[in-house]
T-cell receptor, first 114, second 109 residues
Framework: DTGVSQDPRHKITKRGQNVTFRCDPI?????LYWYRQTLGQGPEFLTY????????KSRLLSDRFSAERPKGSFSTLEIQRTEQGDSAMYLC????????????FGQGTRLTVV | EDQVTQSPEALRLQEGESSSLNCSYT??????LFWYRQDPGKGPEFLFT???AGEEKEKERLKATLTKKESFLHITAPKPEDSATYLC??????????FGPGTRLSVLP
């Protein structure tokens, strides 16, 4: 399978705990995006990498959220001190650099904070 | 601020009943407009990219068109398997994709 892979698919955590999600992009893609989606809404931009550089972060991304992409390959998204409002689907996408090319999404990680 | 709106919010069609979904956008610099299909519990699946007004793309029963202010996704003779949420997104010069809320399409047999 050469698509975008996300792990885990589902995560249930208690409020206040830290969680980390992983995304493996399509191998030749150097752009990687993280989005959050709640029920009935479209995906909401969180952050974007080109290779290992984090080029843009949404103003909505609080200090409890951090993302990394070491060596420009896989990426991790960590949420510290989770809150119930963090419950959502977290989507990762990747695309090729150059012009405006489509992004391909993974199946997402469904986070439930109890 | 870049914005994308979609209408209708939800649409129910009988099998074979053609219709169109609308995507209206305001963006500081449009680099591309994208349509995605999303099934429940899954990530969005890429359908089309449109770059300039007047452009059209087709795939099976779907046809996407683009004007300077909006895009339409035309569905011809839909089947129940076309039931999904259809998302529209614009790619701006800030390099990220801005999504609309989607249109939930149900096609009844």
């Amino acid at each position: 399978d050469t698509g975008v892979s996300q792990d885990p698919r589902h995560k249930i955590t208690k409020r206040g705990q830290n969680v980390t999600f992983r995304c493996d992009p399509i191998s030749e893609h150097n752009r990687l995006y993280w989005y959050r989606q709640t029920l009935g809404q479209g995906p909401e931009f969180l952050t974007y990498f080109q290779n290992e550089a984090q080029l843009e972060k949404s103003r909505l991304l609080s200090d409890r959220f951090s993302a990394e992409r070491p060596k420009g390959s896989f990426s991790t998204l960590e949420i510290q001190r989770t809150e119930q409002g963090d419950s959502a689907m977290y989507l990762c996408a990747s695309s090729l650099q150059g012009g405006s090319t489509e992004a391909f999404f993974g199946q997402g990680t469904r986070l439930t904070v109890v | 601020e870049d914005q994308v709106t979609q209408s209708p919010e939800a649409l129910r069609l009988q099998e074979g009943e053609s219709s169109s979904l609308n995507c209206s956008y305001t963006v500081s610099g449009l680099r591309g407009l994208f349509w995605y299909r999303q099934d429940p519990g899954k990530g969005p699946e890429f359908l089309f990219t449109l770059y300039s007004a007047g452009e059209e793309k087709e795939k099976e029963r779907l046809k996407a068109t683009l004007t300077k202010k909006e895009s339409f996704l035309h569905i011809t003779a839909p089947k129940p398997e076309d039931s999904a949420t259809y998302l529209c997104a614009v790619h701006n010069y800030g390099q990220n994709f801005v999504f609309g809320p989607g249109t939930r399409l149900s096609v009844l047999p």
